[in-house]
C-alpha cells in the first residue's frame, strides 16, 4: 500500500511550507487533522484538496505526485513539451540507452527479482517521462497549427 508515501510528502510539505502552524493557517484543517496526515500510524489520508493547496504552497507537486504513484500514474507539468528538440531526442537516446542497459544487466542471470523489477521501473519510467515530453511538444505544434523553429540555440524557440 503506497499510503506511507503520501504521508511522507505530506511532512515534506510541511516541513517546506514552515511547519504544521503555518499550514494550519493557509487550510481549512487544523494542526491536529495536519498531523494525521503526516504520521504512519494514523489511517486519516490528506484531502485532495487539502493537498493542492499544501502542494502548492510548497512550491511542488509532492502529495499530489505521491497519489498519483498510488494509482499508477505520475504527473507531467502543463508547461511540458516546449523544450528544445534536439537537446530531448539526445535526452530520449540516452534514458532508452540507460534502460537498455540495465535491462541487459537484470536479465543476466536469467531471473528478475523485484529489486531488480523496481530498478527497471525506475529506468522504464525515465524514458516515458521523456517521451511523453516530446509527444507534449508535437502535440503543441499540431494544436497550435503552426511550425517551430529549430535551431542549436534552445531560446531561439523550438519545439
Do not use: W
Not at 494514523?42 to 502542494?55: H, R
Request: charge should be negative; aromatic fraction near 4%; charged fraction near 20%.
Amino acid at each position: 500500500m503506497p499510503v506511507p508515501a503520501i504521508k511522507t510528502a505530506v511532512k515534506e510539505a510541511l516541513r517546506r511550507i514552515g511547519g504544521i502552524d503555518a499550514a494550519a493557517s493557509i487550510v481549512r484543517v487544523g494542526r491536529s487533522q495536519l498531523s494525521d496526515y503526516s504520521n504512519r500510524n494514523s489511517p486519516q489520508i490528506v484531502p485532495v484538496d487539502v493537498a493542492i493547496v499544501l502542494d502548492s504552497c510548497a512550491q511542488s507537486p509532492l502529495i499530489l505526485a505521491a497519489m498519483a504513484h498510488a494509482e499508477g500514474y505520475t504527473i507531467i507539468p502543463v508547461h511540458f513539451g516546449e523544450g528544445h528538440l534536439p537537446r530531448d531526442m539526445a535526452n530520449f537516446t540516452e534514458k532508452a540507452g540507460q534502460a537498455i542497459r540495465k535491462g541487459f544487466e537484470v536479465l543476466e542471470d536469467q531471473r528478475v527479482d523485484v529489486h531488480e523489477a523496481h530498478e527497471m521501473l525506475r529506468e522504464m519510467q525515465a524514458v516515458k517521462t521523456v517521451a511523453e515530453h516530446i509527444m507534449a511538444g508535437m502535440n503543441k505544434i499540431i494544436t497550435d497549427n503552426k511550425p517551430h523553429l529549430v535551431s542549436e540555440n534552445p531560446v531561439a524557440g523550438a519545439a
